[in-house]
């Protein structure tokens, strides 16, 4: 996995704003949300190893969110995106008196019963997941920074996969701590700010049908990376 995208056959003519983001919200149907992993995990099916599998491989990628956040901003000549990305290394980093978002998975690991040092070792993270988490992070710090911004809208899905596990976790996995759902909590108003400023950089910048068909490769590719991290996990954990 790198920059190196294929590139579908481009439309002749720029689509507006309103359509090229219905195109790049479209693409919601690759989400990880569909993947058999996370629908047997948000029907109940999971058993606790699986629940602390995916935790464990989980953590590997929140670690190095703000790795590729840093990367981006490394990248970015404008001050006014530096001014507002920023924010999303201190939501996961921490800042002040907020522990931030890897604080907030650690504590998930707790109440599933991850050992911290475990956790904090990446002992039980998958050769699989390793690799995809890093062509992403490789992916932010070798394209221009808008491209990097742009694999981020991700986020556009994100607040729906939360609101299913707080909507139905503490009843199908009582045995979680709920406290330790944390995480998902905070992550949905985040999400939506974060969504609002990439999809402002992406509509601004990708303007040409060219353009705009490597904005939706590029988004595709990292639904791509959060679909095989699964299929690593679902492997090493079967039914």
């Not at 002749?12 to 949300?33: K, M, N, V």
């Not at 929140?62 to 590729?68: A, S």
């Amino acid at each position: 996995m790198n920059a190196s995208l294929p590139t579908a056959v481009a439309h002749t003519a720029p689509w507006p704003p309103d359509e090229f983001e219905a195109r790049l919200r479209a693409l919601g149907a690759h989400y990880h949300i569909h993947h058999p992993f996370n629908r047997r995990m948000n029907s109940g099916q999971c058993s606790p190893e699986q629940i602390r599998g995916w935790v464990a491989n989980r953590f590997y990628y929140q670690i190095n969110i703000p790795l590729k956040d840093a990367a981006i901003l490394s990248n970015c000549d404008d001050r006014q995106t530096r001014r507002l990305w920023i924010e999303r290394l201190h939501d996961h980093d921490g800042y002040g008196d907020n522990p931030g978002g890897i604080e907030a998975w650690a504590h998930l690991a707790d109440a599933v019963g991850i050992d911290r040092h475990a956790l904090w070792s990446l002992e039980h993270v998958l050769p699989g997941v390793r690799f995809a988490v890093d062509a992403y992070v490789n992916f932010a710090r070798r394209s221009p920074w808008q491209e990097a911004v742009c694999s981020s809208l991700t986020e556009m899905f994100a607040p729906q996969i939360h609101r299913d596990r707080l909507a139905g976790w503490p009843d199908l996995y009582p045995w979680i701590d709920s406290q330790g759902l944390q995480y998902f909590r905070s992550r949905i108003p985040l999400a939506q700010r974060d969504v609002e400023h990439g999809l402002d950089v992406t509509l601004k910048y990708f303007k040409t049908p060219d353009a705009q068909q490597r904005a939706l490769d590029i988004l595709r590719f990292k639904l791509d990376i959060l679909w095989s991290m699964l299929d690593a996990i679902e492997k090493a954990y079967p039914v």
